[in-house]
């Protein structure tokens, strides 16, 4: 109707020229950057403002919550002694108390105020000091977590804290019916009746509604709910990896793998699982499946073999690069972001385990496809793959596309020593070369996964609900309490709990959630493991379903679209069933897991 109007009047459309090709898209996108560029720099000032400044209620060395005084008995000796224990601090929580005389810290023996004072003043923020203390003749081991005040003060911990502390009926009752929601809400998107993200983000406007109606969870407190830090990493290593298929990289890389791997079944496994890999160590975990899955396809499809057990192997592997660094994966990133955590940390922690276990997948899967049958070697030989065509365009946006993504993997490596915010790096990145790459943007604009954005810009506003009525906070302590204090037995709960959680929920929800429950835990080990843990969890869980990891659902997808318009004839059904995927995948979860207890047993007796 009105593009036949505006043909019929021309002045009219000459009057209006700059609306008539306003793409919403576009206005959406140069809205969100701009946005997250001033989040980058002023997001924290802007919190800070909303709510007040830090709280002060206790203050001690490191702001640890407790005193610590110097005790010097008749024989001369000096020992440190803790004195007042402050309430609701993260000494109290971690079980320090009056009386306890301090022997060491961090594996060191301190011997005076001033050498304890350096100690635990040059902890960063948010980590874990591991104190040494004699108690009635018995010595222990507590962690204490420095004092975060981004994170202990925030208003939605408070919320909960408050919350549990003196509960109305009304708070109550809202706890009990956010609960109830968050539950028809998962089974929803587990059924996958409605598009998930419509789904969470009517669920997101319900949960806000309720919040002001029982006073527990306003507009505010859902606005800083939202990890904007994890959007825009999320954003920028988008756009890089857009890029770089746009330019022809992953096309180039796969008519080199099919080359190499011939007829041999073997060669086939093991060349597309580790490229499926590497490609997610830095790009896009969905990005690569839609890459590398129709690549096995076409594959299939010339050598007639069944590609699904491949396609598995692929989705897995594609979740092992991802746990593997900082940028591979929503987990990931949402914990370095939120946590602080940086790009070397999870290449020395996260990638030596991640490879053993791809050994471990590998091997797993010679097994389960050993019974596969080629063709003969002549007609297998007839299989020709095409080389891909580059155009000096294309070459030139994949020369910047390369140079771009290894500047920002460098400045990643060395942000924490220059103080740079890994968000704001890989943000900049993606619109560097969203500028400058040469590539279409409206091409760019329209790949931009505006729903995944979305889906978990609504399911942080449902977890911030759930964590301002109190019941993560109650999980936490559950967690807490069935561990007995020990650290270890506490990482491992976390990391098998998140694991079956995830196989149902995905990947992204599950750790949306955990990360508050891990930050109401009232004992932490050292050197970021209980994060580890999670990440591992999260990893092995997603996994063993094919809901686990969003490249579950598309990988099945893609199967059904392509057996469809080639004619090809799977047994069972020309998709990725619940079942077909679970008969591989459940078994690998808990190889994973098995393993992955026993590095993080390792760490936290080690470390």
């Known amino acids: 109707m009105i593009s036949v109007s505006l043909k019929s009047r021309p002045a009219v459309a000459a009057s209006v020229g700059p609306f008539q090709k306003l793409d919403l898209k576009a206005v959406l996108f140069v809205g969100l950057i701009c946005f997250l560029i001033f989040w980058s720099f002023g997001g924290k000032a802007l919190e800070r403002k909303a709510y007040g400044p830090p709280s002060t209620d206790y203050q001690g060395p490191g702001d640890l919550g407790a005193e610590i005084v110097v005790w010097q008995p008749v024989n001369g000796a000096t020992a440190l002694i803790v004195g ?4 609701d601090s993260p000494a109290q929580r971690a079980g320090l108390k009056p009386g306890d005389q301090i022997v060491g810290i961090d594996g060191r023996l301190v011997s005076s105020m001033d050498m304890a004072m350096h100690i635990i003043s040059a902890k960063r923020s948010g980590n874990s000091l ?14 204490v977590r420095s004092r975060n005040p981004l994170t202990e003060n925030q208003s939605l911990r408070k919320k909960a804290l408050q919350n549990q502390d003196s509960l109305l009926p009304s708070q109550l009752v809202g706890a009990i019916v956010f609960l109830k929601l968050t539950i028809v809400m998962f089974l929803l998107t587990y059924k996958n009746m409605v598009n998930r993200t419509l789904i969470v983000l009517l669920f997101a406007a319900a949960f806000v509604f309720l919040g002001l ?19 825009s990493l999320l954003l920028g290593m988008g756009i890089i990896s857009i890029v770089l298929g746009e330019a022809g990289f992953f096309d180039y890389v796969a008519y080199w793998v099919c080359r190499f791997a011939g007829k041999s079944m073997v060669k086939i496994l093991i060349l597309f699982c580790l490229v499926t890999y590497a490609f ?3 790009v896009n975990n969905l990005g690569t499946i839609l890459v590398v899955v129709p690549m096995t396809l076409k594959l299939a499809a010339i050598m007639e073999f069944d590609p699904r057990p491949l396609i598995i192997g692929e989705i897995i592997s594609s979740n092992l690069g991802g746990a593997s660094t900082m940028v591979g994966d929503f987990p990931n990133m949402l914990i370095s972001s939120e946590a602080g955590i940086g790009f070397n940390e999870f290449l020395i922690y996260m990638m030596p385990i991640c490879l053993i276990l791809l050994a471990i997948l590998l091997v797993y899967l010679r097994l389960r496809i050993a019974n596969f049958t080629l063709p003969d070697k002549e007609q297998a030989m007839r299989a020709q793959v095409q080389s891909p065509e580059f155009a000096r365009k294309r070459r030139k946006a994949l020369r910047r596309a390369v140079f771009v993504l290894c500047h920002v ?11 740079l915010n890994p968000s704001a790096v890989a943000l900049f990145g993606g619109l560097s070369l969203f500028l400058f790459s040469g590539i279409d943007r409206s091409t760019l604009i329209s790949r931009v996964g505006f729903n995944d954005i979305l889906f978990f810009i609504g399911l942080f506003v449902v977890v911030g609900g759930l964590e301002a009525s109190g019941l993560l906070q109650y999980i936490s302590d559950g967690i807490t309490f069935l561990s007995g204090g020990k650290t270890w037995l506490l990482c491992l709960i976390l990391m098998w709990s998140a694991a079956l959680l995830t196989a149902f929920l995905n990947a992204g929800p599950t750790t949306a959630m955990f990360f508050p429950v891990v930050l109401g835990c009232n004992v932490m080990p050292p050197h970021h493991i209980i994060w580890w843990a999670l990440s591992l969890g999260v990893l092995a869980g997603s996994c063993a379903t094919v809901f686990g990891a969003t490249a579950g659902p598309v990988s099945a997808t893609l199967v059904e679209k392509f057996s469809s318009s ?21 078994p690998v979860m808990f190889l994973f897991l098995s393993v992955s207890s026993v590095y993080i047993t390792f760490l936290c007796f080690h470390l």
């Open 84 to 87: 007042h224990v402050f309430p």
């Open 130 to 143: 591991k104190v040494t203390i004699n108690r009635n003749g018995r010595k222990k081991v507590i962690y």
């Open 213 to 231: 109606f029982f006073t527990i969870y306003s507009p505010l407190d859902a606005f800083f709910a939202i990890k904007f830090n994890t959007i």
């Open 280 to 282: 997610s160590l830095l």
């Open 409 to 419: 993997i460098f400045l990643l490596v060395i942000s924490r020593r220059i103080s």
């Open 566 to 586: 080639h004619s090809m004839n799977l047994s069972g059904g020309n998709t990725i069933t619940y079942a077909q995927f679970a008969r591989i995948g459940v």
